[in-house]
Structures are given as structure tokens and as C-alpha cells.
């Protein structure tokens, strides 16, 4: 079999057959010695000869060219390698190969030989050379050091506990670590800790967003695989002080001994402390225990020459001061223990929220001026979204909605549903608010024009007053969200219920064999709960939902989906709906659930059920086009 670089050499020469290639070229775009590319190109040769379809011919002081000898065999050939290239382990990228190596060297602690690389990388010696100039680049920042003995190879030597930033920040963690069947201790492992994370955090009630969440699990999960790989933290690996006294410690230590329980290694006091202070820098910090006046000062003294700066004045948003508080008494944590953030969403922050991300960078020179240590752009852009939300306040407008989102969400992180709802309806909404499911009580929901949630359960009175969006709402989102804030507001947007896969034309037998036809239409294009069609067949149990001019309009005895639609039946033949109604058509309408103005469909649906000139008009002619044209006709006056 070829190995991922000469399938991509061999790629080169299949899409170019007649076409000539130096060397050079194929050592300047895999980042190889020439040497390496004259030994792959004689493998691709020999493989070439047994397959028969083309051949490669060495051109002296030219290069080398591809003859094909068979069309319809090199096709398949083509094809083929393909597909080959597509699975394999993409090593002939320099990035990955070195991310690779860095992951062997610190998954032991022995030296690793040149020879050893060389063949589990498939590089020649001059490029396992250029490649480790590279792993030494890329392990600087982190304290980290190669060393390399004649001999007995190479080895990376630092504190563990550099050791461990570098996998997580250079995202190497979840490479093969090649001591071991890394990937298989993870997909064992992870489940068991996360469930004991929760669990212990749940315990000390102990507040942290979604997103430091699934970051403390990676973090807990490589300590724990380091530490199985005989990898611990040492006294002078931490700067803690007094730790040992803090609910923070009492959680790490609850967290790594139950997993020691299950996974049997040893547990440092050492490993407890640190897991204790990423905990302390991670938590969302308490309100009740009071910001320090040092902070407080500090963020006020801030928001001034910020002012001066930028011209936008935020001091007086005491929201936006507390939220630059909670962020920042924890991130004086992680700067004194050498444990910043970075945040995924970097980019998208930027590009979203370019001016706020300017404010964010002055505030952080004044962090650094005052304390002496500079802020990476994954902290950064936390505090751009604090920002971004001050701005946002600053431009509410009069007369407008006032909204509120129910949402697991940190305030500071619920910019971007924040943006996307503005960006939506923009100059609508006056006040938008986020609040946690556990503050509601304090919440006097009544002075809300619309009330939304992220949550798939709500408890008490608002579950059946909020409708659900998606953390990042979609355009479907989009439409619920205007039908609660706008209602129906043109006849597009009552159209925008029928869908043409939602329509069966032909011939029923009966009024159940119809009911079953749209129910299955209903439950393929929706997510739909069996409770669905239970609530459709018992409201016909109790009374006919005929409504005159031969329709039938079946629908749920009391709204409960998340959607708001119309499945029609445009019959060939009457049938009978009971024993004195017959019907030709049949609509059968879903409002969503929590959502009031959207029953004003029914108001609509009325205009054409109750004209029978409308409606002989739409038997004349039964079809969904038509369906529309009378129901268009119906809305004319409406809107």
C-alpha cells in the first residue's frame, strides 16, 4: 500500500497526465528533501507497473511525465487512489506530522531514536531534521525543551504542567500518544468523568458555564492520562498558596479520588492543588461574596478612559460593570498561575464584533499596565463580548417589544443569540433580557410582550408561556420568534403554513384513511411525539371537526408542537366525515405550542372556509396551486 505522500504524488501526475514535474516540486510542496521524493517516486513507479494502466518516464535534466497505457483502467485507477487518500492519516502535512511527534515525545518518558521517527513518520532524515526545528518552535512558549543525545534520540523535558498546556493548547491531546491506545481510554473514560464532574459539582453547587464545562472535562481527562502514564505534577509545577483550604480543593480532591476508585492510580496532593486552581479560575464567581473594592475600582477607573477613548460611555451600565467583574476576579486566578483561556469562537467574535473587540484590547492594556501580565486573545474576546453586549444596550429603541430569553447561558455569553435576535428585528425591541431558569421567581414575567427559552423542559407556570428556540437560532427560529413578537402580518406569512409536501391529492376510502395519510406526512417532515397523533384522533372523539362547504379541519385537542403547520387532503371523491357531512377537503392544522398569536391562523383560515364562492372555486380546480390562489384571494382585505 502507498503511504498518504505517495498517493498525493501520485494524485499530482493522474491529474496531469503529459504534464512534466521536477523533483523540486514535489520537495517544496510536502515540505520533504529531494532524496525522500526520488525514493517515493520509485515506490509509485513499481506500483504503477503492476497495475498496467500508465507508466512514469524519468526525462533527463527534465523531469518526470506520466503515459497512460490503458484509458478505461486508468480511470479506475484515478478513482481509486482517490478514495485511498481520503482515509489514510494525513502525514504528509508538515503541521500534522509535527503535531504528531510532539504527542509521541511527551506520551513517554524515555528517549525516542532518530531511526524509530523516521520510520513512524515515513520521512527521510533530512526532513525529520526540518520537521524537529519545527516541534522545538512549537513547544517554546510552553517552557519546553528538545534535548538530543547521540545514540539515544530525542526527548522533550519541562514541568508537567507546561507539558500539559502545550497538548491541550496546541491540540494535540487528542492525537495517539503511541505508549498506548489512547483513543480507546478516552471513549471509556469520558462518560465515567464527566458523570462524576457533574455529579460532585451539582453537590457543591458550584455555577459554570456550558462552555468551561466541556473544557474542564478535557482537562480532567488528560490530567487522569497523564497520570496513568506515570506523568504527575510536582511541588514546583504550582504556585499555590493556601489552596488546600478552599471548597475549590475539597471539589478536585472529590473529583480525581472517585476516578482513582475506578481507573486505579495514584493520587498527588500535588495534582489535587492544580485541579483545585483551574477550578478556582474556571467557576462563575459567586455575587453574594461581594466584589473586592480593588476590582471594583479598577473596572470603574476603566469604563472612564474608555469613554475618553472611544467616545462611548458605559459608566453608568451597572449590568455591564458586574459582568466585567464576575469575568475578571477569576481571570486574576488564571494570570497568576499561568492558565489563561482561549476560546474557539476567537475568530467569529472578531469578525462579529470588531469594535467591541478594539475596546477589549485597550482593556486589557490597562489590565496588563496595572498588573503585569499580558492578556492572550482568547481572554480577550471574552471581555469583547461583555463589551458587544454594552454597546447593544446603548441602542435600544422606543416603543418597541420587550423580550425575554430563559437560557442556561452566562449573561457574558449570550452575545451571539443576543446579535442574532437584534439583527432580526432591528428598531423592534426595546429591552431584551437573559435569565437563568433557577432566577425566575424574581423574574415579573407579565411586563414581556414574548417570553423564549433554550431549555427542552421548563417547570411551573412558564412552560406553558415560553417557546423554544435553539441556542443558536436558526431561520425556523426566526419565524416562531416573529409569529410571538408580530403575529401574521401579510398574506405570505399565512401561506408560509402549507407546504407542497405536506398535501396529498387522490382518492381516501374513509375519514380515518385519510387522518392516517396527513398524520404520516406530518410525522416525516417533523419531529413529531406519538402524543401528536393521540391529540388529533381523540378531538375527533369528541366532536366532528367538519366546518362547512365540505371541509374538515382535524387538528390537536390543545397545541403541542413546536412548529405551526397545515397538512391538506384535496380528495377526488367525497367521503363521508360523519354520518351527515361529507368532505372534499381536508386541513388539518397544528398550531405551535406557548405561542398565542399564532391561533390567530385559524382567523385566517376562516376568510376561505367561510366564502363558498371561494371555496366552489377551489373544487372547481383541486390543487395545491389553486389552494393558494383562493386562499390568497380570501386574505385580500385582511392585511
Same mark, same amino acid.
Given at each position: 500500500?502507498?503511504?498518504?505522500?505517495?498517493?498525493?504524488?501520485?494524485?499530482?501526475?493522474?491529474?496531469?497526465?503529459?504534464?512534466?514535474?521536477?523533483?523540486?516540486?514535489?520537495?517544496?510542496?510536502?515540505?520533504?528533501?529531494?532524496?525522500?521524493?526520488?525514493?517515493?517516486?520509485?515506490?509509485?513507479?513499481?506500483?504503477?507497473?503492476?497495475?498496467?494502466?500508465?507508466?512514469?518516464?524519468?526525462?533527463?535534466?527534465?523531469?518526470?511525465?506520466?503515459?497512460?497505457?490503458?484509458?478505461?483502467?486508468?480511470?479506475?485507477?484515478?478513482?481509486?487512489?482517490?478514495?485511498? $487518500?481520503?482515509?489514510?492519516?494525513?502525514?504528509?502535512?508538515?503541521?500534522?506530522?509535527?503535531?504528531?511527534?510532539?504527542?509521541?515525545?511527551?506520551?513517554?518518558?524515555?528517549?525516542?531514536?532518530?531511526?524509530?521517527?523516521?520510520?513512524?513518520?515515513?520521512?527521510?532524515?533530512?526532513?525529520?531534521?526540518?520537521?524537529?526545528?519545527?516541534?522545538?518552535?512549537?513547544?517554546?512558549?510552553?517552557?519546553?525543551?528538545?534535548?538530543?543525545?547521540?545514540?539515544?534520540?530525542?526527548?522533550?523535558?519541562?514541568?508537567?504542567?507546561?507539558?500539559?498546556?502545550?497538548?491541550?493548547?496546541?491540540?494535540?491531546?487528542?492525537?495517539?500518544?503511541?505508549?498506548?491506545?489512547?483513543?480507546?481510554?478516552?471513549?471509556?473514560?469520558?462518560?465515567?468523568?464527566?458523570?462524576?464532574?457533574?455529579?460532585?459539582?451539582?453537590?457543591?453547587?458550584?455555577?459554570?458555564? %456550558?462552555?468551561?464545562?466541556?473544557?474542564?472535562?478535557?482537562?480532567?481527562?488528560?490530567?487522569?492520562?497523564?497520570?496513568?502514564?506515570?506523568?504527575?505534577?510536582?511541588?514546583?509545577?504550582?504556585?499555590?498558596? @493556601?489552596?488546600?483550604?478552599?471548597?475549590?480543593?475539597?471539589?478536585?480532591?472529590?473529583?480525581?479520588?472517585?476516578?482513582?476508585?475506578?481507573?486505579?492510580?495514584?493520587?498527588?496532593?500535588?495534582?489535587?492543588?492544580?485541579?483545585?486552581?483551574?477550578?478556582?479560575?474556571?467557576?462563575?464567581?459567586?455575587?453574594?461574596?461581594?466584589?473586592?473594592?480593588?476590582?471594583?475600582?479598577?473596572?470603574?477607573?476603566?469604563?472612564?478612559?474608555?469613554?475618553?477613548?472611544?467616545?462611548?460611555?458605559?459608566?453608568?451600565?451597572?449590568?455591564?460593570?458586574?459582568?466585567?467583574?464576575?469575568?475578571?476576579?477569576?481571570?486574576?486566578?488564571?494570570?497568576?498561575?499561568?492558565?489563561?483561556?482561549?476560546?474557539?469562537?476567537? @475568530?467569529?467574535?472578531?469578525?462579529?464584533?470588531?469594535?467591541?473587540?478594539?475596546?477589549?484590547? $485597550?482593556?486589557?492594556?490597562?489590565?496588563?499596565?496595572? $498588573?503585569?501580565?499580558?492578556?492572550?486573545?482568547?481572554?480577550?474576546?471574552?471581555?469583547?463580548?461583555?463589551?458587544? $453586549?454594552?454597546?447593544?444596550?446603548?441602542?435600544?429603541?422606543?416603543?418597541?417589544?420587550?423580550?425575554?430569553?430563559?437560557?442556561?447561558?452566562?449573561?457574558?455569553?449570550?452575545?451571539?443569540?443576543?446579535?442574532?435576535?437584534?439583527?432580526?428585528?432591528?428598531?423592534?425591541?426595546?429591552?431584551?433580557?437573559?435569565?437563568?431558569?433557577?432566577?425566575?421567581?424574581?423574574?415579573?414575567?407579565?411586563?414581556? %410582550?414574548?417570553?423564549?427559552?433554550?431549555?427542552?423542559?421548563?417547570?411551573?407556570?412558564?412552560?406553558?408561556?415560553?417557546?423554544?428556540?435553539?441556542?443558536?437560532?436558526?431561520?425556523?427560529?426566526?419565524?416562531?420568534? @416573529?409569529?410571538?413578537?408580530?403575529?401574521?402580518?401579510?398574506?405570505?406569512?399565512?401561506?408560509?403554513?402549507?407546504?407542497? %409536501?405536506?398535501?396529498?391529492?387522490?382518492?381516501?376510502?374513509?375519514?380515518?384513511?385519510?387522518?392516517?395519510?396527513?398524520?404520516?406526512?406530518?410525522?416525516?417532515?417533523?419531529?413529531?411525539?406519538?402524543?401528536?397523533?393521540?391529540?388529533?384522533?381523540?378531538?375527533?372523539?369528541?366532536?366532528?371537526?367538519?366546518?362547512?362547504?365540505?371541509?374538515?379541519?382535524?387538528?390537536?385537542?390543545?397545541?403541542?408542537?413546536?412548529?405551526?403547520?397545515?397538512?391538506?387532503?384535496?380528495?377526488?371523491?367525497?367521503?363521508?366525515?360523519?354520518?351527515?357531512?361529507?368532505?372534499?377537503?381536508?386541513?388539518?392544522?397544528?398550531?405551535?405550542?406557548?405561542?398565542?398569536?399564532?391561533?390567530?391562523?385559524?382567523?385566517?383560515?376562516?376568510?376561505?372556509?367561510?366564502?363558498?364562492?371561494?371555496?366552489?372555486?377551489?373544487?372547481?380546480?383541486?390543487?395545491?396551486?389553486?389552494?393558494?390562489?383562493?386562499?390568497?384571494?380570501?386574505?385580500?382585505?385582511?392585511?
Amino acid at each position: 500500500m502507498l503511504s498518504k505522500r505517495q498517493l498525493k504524488i501520485l494524485m499530482e501526475f493522474c491529474s496531469s497526465p503529459g504534464a512534466v514535474f521536477l523533483s523540486q516540486y514535489f520537495s517544496d510542496r510536502l515540505e520533504v528533501s529531494i532524496r525522500t521524493v526520488k525514493a517515493d517516486l520509485d515506490v509509485v513507479k513499481e506500483a504503477l507497473d503492476r497495475d498496467g494502466s500508465a507508466v512514469i518516464l524519468s526525462m533527463p535534466s527534465k523531469g518526470s511525465i506520466l503515459k497512460v497505457l490503458n484509458q478505461e483502467r486508468f480511470q479506475d485507477l484515478t478513482e481509486r487512489i482517490r478514495r485511498e $487518500y481520503s482515509d489514510e492519516f494525513p502525514l504528509t502535512e508538515q503541521p500534522m506530522r509535527v503535531k504528531l511527534m510532539i504527542s509521541r515525545l511527551l506520551g513517554t518518558n524515555q528517549y525516542l531514536t532518530k531511526e524509530w521517527l523516521e520510520e513512524e513518520m515515513a520521512v527521510s532524515e533530512s526532513t525529520l531534521y526540518l520537521d524537529m526545528k519545527l516541534v522545538r518552535k512549537t513547544i517554546e512558549p510552553y517552557q519546553l525543551t528538545m534535548s538530543y543525545e547521540s545514540g539515544r534520540g530525542y526527548k522533550i523535558g519541562g514541568l508537567e504542567k507546561n507539558k500539559r498546556q502545550c497538548l491541550i493548547k496546541e491540540n494535540i491531546y487528542t492525537l495517539p500518544a503511541g505508549n498506548r491506545n489512547r483513543k480507546s481510554l478516552e471513549m471509556k473514560t469520558v462518560t465515567m468523568i464527566e458523570e462524576i464532574i457533574v455529579e460532585t459539582l451539582v453537590d457543591y453547587e458550584f455555577k459554570i458555564s %456550558d462552555t468551561l464545562f466541556r473544557e474542564l472535562i478535557v482537562y480532567v481527562v488528560l490530567s487522569i492520562e497523564r497520570m496513568l502514564g506515570g506523568n504527575f505534577i510536582r511541588k514546583k509545577n504550582t504556585n499555590e498558596s @493556601n489552596i488546600s483550604s478552599e471548597r475549590e480543593y475539597e471539589i478536585a480532591e472529590r473529583i480525581l479520588r472517585r476516578s482513582a476508585v475506578k481507573l486505579n492510580f495514584p493520587v498527588m496532593e500535588d495534582e489535587i492543588g492544580l485541579l483545585a486552581i483551574y477550578l478556582k479560575g474556571t467557576g462563575d464567581y459567586d455575587r453574594k461574596s461581594g466584589i473586592p473594592q480593588e476590582v471594583n475600582d479598577f473596572i470603574t477607573d476603566s469604563l472612564s478612559l474608555i469613554h475618553q477613548e472611544f467616545s462611548v460611555d458605559f459608566t453608568g451600565d451597572v449590568e455591564l460593570n458586574i459582568f466585567l467583574c464576575l469575568h475578571f476576579i477569576p481571570l486574576l486566578t488564571r494570570l497568576q498561575n499561568d492558565m489563561q483561556l482561549d476560546n474557539e469562537m476567537l @475568530n467569529e467574535i472578531k469578525q462579529s464584533f470588531p469594535f467591541a473587540f478594539d475596546i477589549a484590547i $485597550y482593556f486589557s492594556l490597562l489590565i496588563q499596565k496595572r $498588573y503585569g501580565k499580558k492578556i492572550v486573545e482568547g481572554e480577550i474576546s471574552y471581555f469583547a463580548l461583555c463589551f458587544a $453586549y454594552g454597546l447593544e444596550n446603548l441602542n435600544a429603541e422606543e416603543n418597541a417589544k420587550s423580550i425575554l430569553v430563559i437560557t442556561p447561558l452566562k449573561q457574558s455569553e449570550t452575545i451571539l443569540i443576543r446579535q442574532r435576535i437584534n439583527q432580526w428585528f432591528k428598531n423592534q425591541i426595546a429591552c431584551l433580557d437573559f435569565v437563568n431558569q433557577v432566577d425566575l421567581p424574581a423574574v415579573e414575567l407579565q411586563k414581556y %410582550d414574548a417570553v423564549f427559552t433554550t431549555h427542552r423542559k421548563l417547570t411551573g407556570a412558564v412552560k406553558d408561556l415560553a417557546v423554544r428556540i435553539r441556542m443558536f437560532p436558526s431561520e425556523q427560529d426566526f419565524l416562531r420568534m @416573529n409569529m410571538a413578537i408580530n403575529g401574521y402580518t401579510s398574506a405570505e406569512s399565512v401561506l408560509s403554513k402549507f407546504h407542497e %409536501d405536506l398535501v396529498f391529492m387522490g382518492e381516501a376510502g374513509s375519514k380515518e384513511d385519510i387522518l392516517e395519510r396527513l398524520l404520516t406526512l406530518a410525522e416525516e417532515k417533523y419531529e413529531l411525539s406519538p402524543r401528536f397523533r393521540t391529540e388529533i384522533l381523540a378531538r375527533e372523539e369528541l366532536g366532528s371537526t367538519y366546518f362547512g362547504n365540505k371541509i374538515a379541519i382535524p387538528h390537536p385537542l390543545c397545541p403541542i408542537t413546536e412548529e405551526t403547520f397545515v397538512v391538506a387532503g384535496l380528495l377526488d371523491r367525497e367521503i363521508s366525515w360523519s354520518e351527515s357531512e361529507k368532505v372534499r377537503i381536508v386541513l388539518m392544522v397544528s398550531a405551535e405550542a406557548n405561542n398565542p398569536k399564532a391561533f390567530q391562523l385559524w382567523h385566517y383560515l376562516s376568510s376561505l372556509v367561510c366564502n363558498k364562492k371561494l371555496v366552489n372555486e377551489l373544487l372547481s380546480d383541486l390543487s395545491y396551486e389553486n389552494l393558494l390562489n383562493q386562499l390568497t384571494e380570501s386574505l385580500r382585505d385582511k392585511f
